[in-house]
């Protein structure tokens, strides 16, 4: 079964603390994964995608297969990341996405 | 460039009445896709067009909700009769077609729509 599990519903950090949204996903084969964010009263959009291996403002995350993983990091977290942030994996036939159910991320000063 | 448009973008109607969700992709994206996102939870597909086609509607419930997309552009998702159960909102995104999706789908803002 294809499936994307976010475990945390709600992370709050202060300011300049490090971020660690945790991402599980179950897939056979070689999966492609994706994070997309959402900001308050704006539209989903994508943050970053594993096959890229970029930094997207300050945001990595990092494959792991052993763990079947994907966590999103930043070591400084910043009062402008506060956001809803979800894990997607495309489909087997590589045609749509299935998102997890999304983390709360409260940064405060 | 406007991106996904969506409209409307908020709809309260009692349950048994009918509802209609517009949604105008970005131009030139072949893909389209619809979204259901209830309170709580990450999107989950309903249906995805590749141009005028259904090409994935296994998770539409077709006894009350249909879509259509004519002339492969502009979409129309539909619920009649609408349940308490269908208060959520409804996505729309949009892709670039090619032989591998690359994951970016362009989602709009959102219809919200709730059923008293």
């Known amino acids: 079964a294809q499936r994307v599990t976010q475990p945390e519903k709600l992370l709050s950090v202060f300011k300049g603390a490090p971020v660690e949204l945790k991402c599980n996903y179950s897939?056979?084969?070689?999966?492609?994964l994706f994070w997309y964010v959402q900001y308050s009263r704006q539209r989903l959009q994508l943050l970053l995608r594993?096959?890229s291996r970029e930094s997207i403002k300050g945001f990595t995350a990092d494959l792991n297969k052993g763990e079947t993983s994907f966590h999103l990091k930043k070591p400084f977290a910043q009062e402008e990341d506060s956001a809803m942030y979800y894990c997607?994996?495309?489909?087997?036939?590589?045609?749509?996405?299935?998102f997890g159910k999304g983390t709360t991320l409260s940064v405060s000063s | 460039e406007a991106g996904v448009v969506q409209s409307p973008r908020y709809k309260i109607i009692e349950k048994k009445q009918p509802v209609a969700f517009w949604c105008n992709p970005i131009?030139?994206?072949?893909?389209l896709y619809w979204y259901l996102q209830n309170l709580g939870q990450g999107p989950e597909l309903l249906i995805r067009?590749?141009?005028?086609?259904?090409?994935?509607d296994s998770q539409l419930p077709k006894d009350r909700f249909s879509a259509e997309r004519l002339k492969g552009v502009d979409s129309t998702l539909k619920i009649q009769p609408a349940e308490l159960g269908d208060s959520a909102v409804y996505l729309c995104?949009?892709?670039?077609?090619?032989?591998?999706?690359?994951?970016?789908?362009?989602f709009g803002e959102g219809s919200r729509l709730t059923v008293l």
């Open positions: 997607a994996l495309l489909n087997q036939a590589g045609t749509a996405l299935i």
């Open positions: 897939y056979s084969g070689s999966p492609e």
């Open positions: 995104a949009s892709s670039l077609t090619g032989t591998r999706n690359t994951g970016e789908l362009f």
């Open positions: 131009s030139g994206h072949n893909t």
């Open positions: 067009y590749e141009n005028e086609e259904a090409v994935d």
């Open positions: 594993h096959i």
